[in-house]
């Protein structure tokens, strides 16, 4: 059972990456495998729109550091997608890894989508943001979710919206952190029991 997390942000030690590792510790006690793909650090290149994915669905011919884990999001048990904030959407690297997930949907005849990523899969959401209404980039968030989650059939199992405080960071605030551990754990309890349809629910 293995569980990966795309995290978004450039900072290692900032917001998005301790609630990514705390969901992660959590995934781990409940015996998961479990991986982080900091989409900074790695070798990412942006979608080429060849569209070669339309014709060989489930397969992005683009070959970077990016490649093996798109694999791996066909074989896993759950997925963690998070992202900070950047300029009231998601940053440029969480877009990027969007962008080439695309190879990920696969074309129907009338014109819909179905998905390469077979279904039983568990999902969980991380963002971190400056401004203090949680709503406040409310549906920025929602397309993240659509995209990276609903969109392949995922079941959500937990969404945190994190609201940056100079006074308390997610690393000193005990109750998200744990909230964070339980999120973990119900990626991989939730994980094959639930059996989704293939076609993606979007709410934009
Ligand atoms: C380039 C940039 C753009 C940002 N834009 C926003 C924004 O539009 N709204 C907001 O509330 N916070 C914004 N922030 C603040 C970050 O979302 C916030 O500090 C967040 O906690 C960073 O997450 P991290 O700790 O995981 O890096 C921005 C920060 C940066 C660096």
Redesign the pocket.
């Known amino acids: 059972m293995e569980v990966l997390a795309f995290n978004g ?3 290692k ?7 990514i590792r705390a969901i992660l510790e959590g995934a781990e006690s409940g015996g998961a495998k479990t991986t982080e793909v900091r989409l900074h650090d790695i070798d990412l290149k942006g979608c080429m729109g060849c569209l070669s994915c339309r014709s060989n669905p489930g397969i992005c011919k683009q070959k970077d550091g990016l490649s093996p884990y798109l694999e791996a999001m066909k074989t896993c048990s759950g997925i963690i997608v ?8 998601v ?1 440029g690297q969480i877009k990027m890894f969007i962008d080439r997930a695309y190879s990920l949907y696969t074309p129907k005849e009338d014109g819909s989508y179905g998905t390469a990523i077979p279904p039983g899969k568990t999902y969980a959401l991380v ?5 203090p209404d949680p709503n ?2 409310q549906r920025a968030i929602r397309w993240l979710a659509g995209m990276t989650g609903s969109g392949f059939g995922l079941t959500e199992v937990g969404r945190m919206v ?3 405080s100079h006074l308390q ?2 690393k000193e605030n005990k109750d998200i952190l744990e909230e964070a551990r339980k999120i973990g754990l119900s990626l991989v309890a939730k994980s094959n029991r639930h059996s989704n349809s293939n076609s993606p629910k979007f709410e934009i």
């Not at 030690?13 to 609630?19: A, I, K, Y």
């Open positions: 942000s450039p900072r030690e900032g917001n998005t990456s301790t609630l998070g992202s900070p904030i950047y300029m009231y959407h940053t963002t971190s943001q400056g401004h406040r980039f994190h609201v940056n960071p997610a």
